[in-house]
């Protein structure tokens, strides 16, 4: 089972299938890790929705068609407006913050695929970046 710093709000809502989206989430969860060096949404069960509202504001109906009619959950959060990712992701480069806002886009059914990611995501410094990233952790760890 994926922890909760990585799990997709749908999971937490509304779905009882783990299904593709759900993993480009985590991934994109970890991606934001890698470049900024601490979780996007550092928590546990309690604050996990909480964290992801005050990161994108609270699902509207074009945001998350439906989202607002699937859970109690959802209007117990406080209303909060989307903030910006990039201020989250410093160092980031434009194209880098694309990538992010869509693999973490709320509405499961509009969140980049995989392949399509990967077709994004492939510039050389955003990869660069990542390496850089991980060469850090490795020397930091051993």
Known sequence: EVEFPYKA?????????????HDVWAVGCIFAE??????LFPCGKKDHLSLIVR????????????????SELLHSLPQCEPA???????????????LLSQMLCLDPDHRVTANDA???????????HAHL????????IC
Do not use: Q
């Open 118 to 128: 990967l077709c994004i995501g492939t510039s050389e410094k955003l990869l660069a």
């Open 34 to 39: 890698m470049v900024s060096g601490k979780p």
């Open 55 to 70: 990161l994108f504001g609270n699902p509207t109906k074009e945001t998350w068609p439906g989202a607002n009619y699937i």
């Open 133 to 140: 990233y991980v060469k850090t952790v490795h020397v930091n």
């Open 9 to 21: 709000p749908e999971s937490r809502i509304c779905s009882s299938v783990y299904m593709t989206p």
């Open 84 to 98: 910006d990712l990039a201020e989250k992701t410093h160092g980031l480069e434009p194209s880098g913050v694309e």
